[in-house]
């Protein structure tokens, strides 16, 4: 399969872009944005669309420890062999 031209990516993108945004107005429920979603994969490579979705997850992530941070999970006592 070729690399997508300019166009296409940028089709690729706006599809891409929308979709995310519809999850985000509609509390991540996918159901709601099933038309958006077949836009998104019917314009995107399968590997793109794969790697946004993982890019998508991280940023959230990302974005959860930057504004809420994070905390230290107690160190538990190691169990000794007897």
């Known amino acids: 399969m070729p690399a997508p031209t ?3 990516r940028k089709k690729c993108h706006a599809a891409r872009d929308n979709y ?3 999850l985000k107005s509609n509390g991540n429920e996918e ?3 099933a038309k958006e979603k077949d836009q998104y994969t019917a314009v ?3 590997a ?3 790697y946004f979705a993982r890019k998508r997850v991280y940023d959230e992530y ?5 504004e809420e941070g994070f905390l ?3 160190e538990q006592p190691s ?3 007897q």
């Open 6 to 8: 300019g166009e296409e």
């Open 20 to 22: 995310f945004a519809c």
């Open 31 to 33: 159901s709601a944005c």
């Open 44 to 46: 995107c490579p399968a």
């Open 48 to 50: 793109w669309v794969s």
């Open 62 to 66: 990302k974005k959860k420890l930057n």
């Open 72 to 74: 230290l999970t107690e």
């Open 79 to 81: 169990k000794s062999k």
